[in-house]
């Protein structure tokens, strides 16, 4: 629920996935070798399909490391039919590709090698990160497991920000990619979200806020009901903010922790800013980096901005701590 700035450090991380992705080992088909093999199994009736491929396939490098405000004008740049819903039509065509027939987006998803992507390659990148939480809610890990033959596996849950059934050129780029939980990827399906995790201007990094309404407080502190309090969700935007309530339902989510909320206002007049310094001060070997280290333990959350992805409910502990 917060953006991430793109620094250098994050661009050599892209640099390292796109090699990793492009490079051919042992058994391992890359991206450009099954996008070959793929064009010549286009029927001649769907060139436009062909030519589409040969495109992605030309510039490949530049669309895996692509900034997320460059995403729209290569769909442009890609879209040689007459309209959008003409477009979309086109990729979703069933074309035979190696005994299997289905949409043709489908298929260009599986030879750019998303599923690499997903089991092997992005999990180290989103560690590095330190991203371990749904970046639409924060309130669940980015963790989903499924059962694959007689096996189990536990996985970082990805989402794409353009959709791969309207973006299929993006399914791989480095920062189309966000961890989410498995409701928040069910929410928004196929449709698009107006909050994207990267951005390379500092100033759009906060996004979104919780409070807790005053009046709210004000019943609670009278008979400690947690139920009397009410969590507000706002955005930077009104047209953010009921996106992001549409897509993932943010409000009827959060309602759900006013238990938490509760604990929060406990916390705040329990611990005083002079009594966190008094701490540090005593226990300075305990503490090596002050402050942060000794809130994260009163607190029970990371409590600088940028952990905020590191685990749940971090967005709204620092949100309500700061407006209280």
């Not at 490391?65 to 995403?71: A, G, I, K, R, Y």
Request: hydrophobic share 35%.
């Amino acid at each position: 629920m917060r953006r991430i700035v793109i620094t250098e450090t994050i661009k050599k991380y892209a640099e390292e996935y796109v090699q990793e992705l492009l490079t051919a080992r042992g058994n391992y088909k890359s991206p450009e070798v099954g996008m070959t093999n793929l064009i010549k199994c286009i029927p001649k009736k769907y060139r436009k399909l062909a030519d589409y491929t040969k495109i992605v396939k030309q510039n490949l490098r530049n669309i895996i490391l692509m900034f997320p405000s460059q995403f729209d004008r290569m769909y442009v740049d890609l879209n040689q039919w007459n309209s959008e819903e003409t477009y979309r039509k086109a990729l979703s065509v069933k074309i035979t590709y190696k005994g299997n027939k289905k949409e043709f987006y489908k298929h260009l998803i599986d030879v750019m090698r998303y599923d690499r992507v997903q089991s092997h390659i992005m999990p180290k990148y989103i560690e590095r990160l330190g991203i371990r939480t749904c970046v639409y809610c924060n309130a669940q890990y980015a963790v989903s497991t499924e059962k694959i033959k007689s096996r189990r596996y536990a996985h970082y849950e990805l989402d794409h920000f353009k959709p791969k059934s309207k973006y299929p050129f993006l399914c791989v780029s480095f920062y189309n990619l966000q961890p989410s939980c498995a409701n928040c990827n069910k929410h928004k399906n196929k449709e698009d979200s107006l909050f994207g995790l990267y951005t390379e201007n500092a100033a759009d990094v906060e996004a979104f806020s919780f409070r807790l309404n005053p009046f709210s407080v004000i019943k609670f502190e009278h008979d400690f009901k947690s139920e009397e309090l009410e969590i507000e969700f706002n955005a930077t935007s009104e047209k953010l903010r009921k996106n992001h309530e549409e897509r993932f339902l943010i409000s009827k989510l959060y309602c759900q922790f006013k238990n938490e909320a509760a604990e929060i206002l406990w916390l705040k007049k329990a611990y005083s800013p002079a009594f966190m310094q008094q701490v540090v001060a005593g226990f300075r070997r305990v503490f090596p980096n002050g402050p942060p280290d000794v809130e994260t333990l009163y607190w029970g959350h990371d409590m600088r901005p940028e952990d905020v992805h590191k685990r749940p409910l971090n967005k709204l502990t620092q949100d309500l701590k700061r407006s209280l």
